[in-house]
Structure formats: C-alpha cells, structure tokens
C-alpha cells in the first residue's frame, strides 16, 4: 500500500476518533434506520423470485417448468429495466431534496408494488391481463428499487465515521442480504406448513402481503432520520443534474464497468442458484432452499468483516481480490454445482463464490459514493449502478435459462468469466476511490434539530432571564 494511501487512512481514523460517543450513537442509529428501509425493500424484490416456482403456472399456465420459469425470469428481468429510470429520478430527488424525502418516496413505493402483487387475478380468472398487470407491477418496483439502491448508498456512506466507512457502509449489504434471507425464510417456513398444492393456490401470496407490512414501519423509522446533504450542494444549480454527471463521466463508465461482473456474480450465485440446484441439478426444492438459507445467513455475516477489511487494505484491492478471483473460479464452481448430489457439497461450494463476492458487495455502495461529489452523489451511484445492474445483474436468470434451454449451459459459466474479467480491468485502470474520491469530510449531522427533552430543557435554560 502506497504511502499517501496509509496517511489517508490514517487521518480518516483519526477523524473516526474524535466523534463524541453520542455523535457516533447519532450515526449508528442513522444507518440502522436507512438500513430497515432497505431490508425491506429488497425482501419485496426477491420475495418474487424465490416464489416464482410456485406462482409460474398461475400466469404463464402453458408450458414445461422451464419454460414458465423462463417467462418469469423476464419479467423479472423486465423490473431491472426500470431501474436506471428510477436512478435517475430517486437520484434527483436525493440531491435536490435530501436524501430522506428519496428513502421515503422509494418504500412508499415498494409498498404499493406488493400489495398489487398479493391481490392480482390469475391467468384463469382475467386471461392474458394477469401476466400483464404482474408485469406492471413488476416495474413499480424495479422503480423504486433503482431509486433505493443509490440513495440509501449514498445516505449509509455520508454518515459512516472516517476510517471505519467499510465496516459501516457495509451494513447497506447486510439487510439486503437479510431481505433476501427473510425471503427465503418465510417460504421456507410456509413450505413446512402448506402443502405445495396451496402454496401454488394461495400461499404464493402472504409473502407479498407481509412485504407491505413491513414498508409500513420502515416509513416509520425513516421519518426520524437526519438529513446528510447540507443545503449548500442541493442549492447548487447542477445538483442533481445529468449535466452535472456529465462532469464526472469517468467515474460513471468505471462504476458501470465494475457493476456489470459485481451484479452477475451476485444475481447467479443468489437469486439463480436456488433454481440452479432444483433445475439443473435435480435437487428437492425444499432442500434447496435449505441450503440457500444457510449460505445466505454466512454471506450475511461476511459483510461486515470484508467490509473492515477494506479499511485496512483499501477499497480498490478489495475489488481486485473480487474480480480476479471471481474470474478464474466461476467456472470450476459452476460446472462443480451441476453434478452436486449433497447438499453439504453444495452448501460448501455456495459459500466459495459468495465469500469471493463479498469483496465487492461489502463495498460496493461506498466506492460508488467515494466517486462523485455531493451535488450529484445520489444521482451517479443510482444511474450508474442501475444501468449495470439493470444489462447484466437482472438478466442473469434470464440468460442462464435461456441457455439452458438451447443446451448450451456451461456458455453461461464463461460469460460470468467474461464480466469478472471487465471489472478486474476497470478496476485496474481506475484511481483509488478510497485516496482520491470525493467522500472526505465528514457529514456533520449537528445541524439537524434535537427535539429531545434534554435538548428541550437545555434551549430553555440558555434564554432564562438572569
């Protein structure tokens, strides 16, 4: 590690240092809050993934399983498509407004998306109008999922302490996992509780319902935060502005570039993977799912530790651990997977690749704000990430079946090389986000009103007559 690269560090820790107790409680508190909002929203998004096995027939009724997983897969990856969308608009919002106002919005948002999910018709009751109205639904979500990514990102960066922002921002992963994780815990359960009858009938849908519910109190939480964007970078005449991006359309084509191997890697090794082992390798569904569960609670706890990680060897060596290693072991995992007959071999290869993945997703918020200043930070985390996600992370299904269905399956393996290999080279050729970005000062969230009684006895004291 370079010399410079240390004194940053090191200046950063201590700027960590000096944060009075109730300031770094203030910021905790910040995160776990953005983080709620965050949880569940990504257990909305993949509450429909991991059900599709049992919703498939009842919108796409003619058809092998492959098939009809293969046209949910498509409306799945039709919800990615409104991700930049919802990048650029949630961006906007975050710098113009705050970044609080966007996180609101957003939930609302998933909200509305999930509960349409719970009580939409099916393909015997409307025709072809259910698959419609669920793809409509669909791309409600993936709006305001494209819009919640890049500013709770961005917020989760903003209040993390100096020194410790891997460890902290880190933490933006840790609930989309357990979004994730929820998710396949509540199937789990009603899968032990239901018969798989029901479940196609009814059960497909409470997870939708709970879904809603839980938006709710993640309004709830996020109306108490502290706004991050000090009003002098939203008053700026081009924050929030493509124009403004514009100026900065290095970082742009660098965070699309490393998105693109980051988001496949992800998708395949998550969402895919569970029908991966029941599609391909003949595996029960139940014990799939099992076997998802517990790698995604490891894949869970791992980001906090790749994460603190980073703050010791910086967050570009981290990304270059992930693409290099991403890139000579997909394949032999891969092909590995498709053979595996114990769910303990497929549970230790699962944990493989996503310990190789966590290099990127502990991080993967905060190199992205560590790339843009404040006007447009928002903005060019959401956009960028949502335009590489949108291309290559939510098509992953889509292509890996598609293959599939051509016969060609292990073509699949080598283009998840293929993208490892455009991030090791993005990453290589980009400067140190960590050293040379934009995220330096630390937020101050002093500014924000206490409206606590010892706050409220303490003004009163202060303008006392003597």
Known sequence: MSSTSQLSQQAGTQAAKKLSPAEYRKRIFAILGASSGNLVEWFDFYVYSFCAIYFAPAFFPKGDPTTQLLNTAGVFAAGFLMRPIGGWLFGRIADKHGRKTSMLISVLMMCGGSLAVAMLP?????GAWAPALLLLARLFQGLSVGGEYGTSATYMSEVAP????????????????????LAVLVLFGMQQWLTKAELMDWGWR???????????????????????????????KEAGTLKGLLKHKRAFINVVGF?????????????????????????DPKV???????????????QPIFGAISDKIGRRNSMLCFAFLGMICTFPILHLLKDVTSPYAAFGLAILALTIVSFYTSIGGLIKAEMFPAEVRALGVGLSYAVGNAIFGGSAEFVALSLKSAG??????????ALCLVALIVTLRMPDPQRDGHLHE?????????????????QHEQHKPA
């Open 162 to 181: 100096q020194g410790r922002r891997g460890f902290f921002a880190s933490f933006q992963y840790v609930t989309l996992i357990g979004g994730q994780l």
């Open 122 to 126: 099916t393909y015997a009751t409307i």
């Open 408 to 417: 060609m399956e292990s073509s699949f393996y080598w283009y998840v090389t």
């Open 288 to 302: 799939a799912n099992g076997v998802m569960t517990g790698a995604l609670f490891v894949y869970m706890i791992l």
């Open 442 to 458: 630390d937020v101050d969230m002093e500014d924000e009103p206490d409206t606590s009684g010892a706050q409220a006895v303490k």
């Open 259 to 283: 998105t693109a191997g980051g988001s496949l890697m992800f998708y395949t090794f998550t969402t895919y993977m569970q029908k991966y082992l029941v599609n391909t390798a003949g595996m």
């Open 206 to 236: 409470v997870p939708f319902v709970l879904g809603a519910v839980g938006a709710l109190v993640a309004m709830y939480l996020r109306s108490s935060l502290a706004e991050t964007a000090s009003e002098g970078s939203r008053k700026k």
